[in-house]
Each structure stands twice: as structure tokens, then as C-alpha cells.
């Protein structure tokens, strides 16, 4: 390990441990995703962006109010570098309640957790509702899984329905990794049987990593069936 690797490591369990102190000043570990935590866990999230040396930029407006966001699913950056655009909480598969420090700050900060192939669906449906009628933004991957970042798989359309049934707007996403001259970064993707922590490390010795966020045009809940609307959603995320 090169003392480079070595010295950003470091700044990742300091900034992770930081996190975990937040969280007990503020309450996480007791009352979860509150009013005024929300915006302290979006802060805190912008700034693991800058220990992992990820540049991001969002291009377009994302709708303010309450809404169902979608995004493809390249990484497990995603989720810092998407919480950091606006307070929300995540959908994320269950193995990640296990994972050393992060899974507990995602429990502490009102992440709801699907276990793959369990008829879980209905459930976690009812809690995404009941968190977007209550004002929230909750923010799910329709794709089930990463890719590599040059396609988009299908995508599941039974959770599409907690946006009509909440009457709440879908706010599509489209997330790319980027290297300086444009093309999409080839190691950032998490895909297969990678592991974490060889994963962070590869991402730690290499040079800084743009992200660029596209912002798509909200849709209004209800106009047609979650069928249809995942069609359409992959169609937009595919031509980008």
C-alpha cells in the first residue's frame, strides 16, 4: 500500500468515525431522519464525496417537493454522491446493514432495507409510501443491481407504484463516472463479485473522479401504469 493509499485511508475512517459522532450528537441513533437531521446527513454525505475524491456535478433542476427519485445503479458511491444533492432516504439491499460502520450510519439514518427474493416488495412498498405522503423524498434503484455503466438493465416495476399510490412525483436520475477527458471511468463501477474494500482502495490510488448527475424532467404520479412508466424511465436512461 503506497503511502497516498495509506494517508486517504485513513482520512476515509476518520471522516466514517466523524460520522458516527454526528450522529450521536444529533440524535441518529434514537429518532431517525428528522427535520433537523436531514439536512446535517446531506452535508455530512457531500463531504465522504470529497474524502473519496469524487467531483460532482449535478446538471438540471431536481423537483423540491416530496417525490420518488430513480437513478441507474453504477456503484456504492452512488448513495453518497446522490444524498448529497438533497435530504432522502435510501432503498438498499440488506447485506448493507452488515457492512463494517457504514451499515450502521445507513440504520441511523433512515435507510429502508430490501432482502432480494424474499416477497419483501410489499412491505418496503407500504414504508416508501408512508414516508412520501409524510413529505420525504425516498430515492430507489429500479435495476435491482449495479452495471458497469455503459447500459441499463431493465427495470422492476412493482415499487413504482408507491408514486401513485402517494400521488407524489417521480424524479428520474441518470449517474455517471467519469475520468478527465470524458469517457466513463472504468474501475468505478461495483459490479459482480467485487469487494468492498479492494474496491475502495483501487478507488483511493487513483486521480479524482468526476461525477456528473443528470437531473431528468420530473414526471407527474399517476398518468399511467408502473408497467409503462419503467419502460419509459429505461428508454431515457439507455439514450443518455
Not at 446493514?97 to 440504520?107: D, T
Not at 468526476?210 to 419503467?230: K, T, Y
Amino acid at each position: 500500500m503506497s503511502l497516498k493509499v495509506l494517508v486517504r485511508l485513513v482520512a476515509v475512517v476518520t471522516y466514517l468515525l466523524f460520522g458516527v459522532v454526528l450522529a450521536l450528537l444529533i440524535g441518529m441513533f434514537f429518532v431517525r431522519f428528522t427535520v433537523w437531521q436531514r439536512p446535517v446527513i446531506a452535508w455530512w454525505l457531500r463531504g465522504f464525496c470529497r474524502v473519496l475524491n469524487l467531483q460532482v456535478t449535478v446538471q438540471g433542476d431536481p423537483v423540491e417537493a416530496s417525490a420518488l427519485w430513480i437513478s441507474n445503479h453504477v456503484s456504492w458511491m452512488d448513495i453518497p454522491v446522490i444524498g448529497g444533492i438533497r435530504p432522502l432516504r435510501f432503498l438498499s439491499k440488506a447485506e448493507v446493514a452488515k457492512w463494517p460502520i457504514i451499515g450502521h450510519l445507513a440504520q441511523a439514518a433512515g435507510t429502508l432495507f430490501i432482502q432480494r427474493g424474499s416477497g419483501d416488495a410489499d412491505r418496503v412498498s407500504h414504508e416508501m409510501v408512508r414516508s412520501l405522503r409524510e413529505g420525504k423524498r425516498v430515492l430507489f434503484f429500479p435495476e435491482g443491481t449495479t452495471t458497469d455503466g455503459f447500459s441499463v438493465n431493465r427495470f422492476f416495476a412493482k415499487l413504482f407504484t408507491a408514486a401513485s399510490t402517494s400521488q407524489c412525483p417521480i424524479q428520474p436520475l441518470v449517474i455517471c463516472y467519469q475520468k478527465a477527458n470524458g469517457e466513463l471511468h472504468p474501475l468505478a463501477p461495483y459490479i459482480g463479485d467485487d469487494e468492498l474494500t479492494a474496491h475502495l482502495l483501487t478507488m483511493l490510488a487513483g486521480e479524482p473522479v468526476r461525477v456528473i448527475v443528470h437531473c431528468l424532467p420530473a414526471e407527474v404520479a399517476g398518468s399511467r401504469d408502473a408497467s409503462a412508466r419503467s419502460e419509459e424511465h429505461t428508454s431515457e436512461l439507455q439514450s443518455l
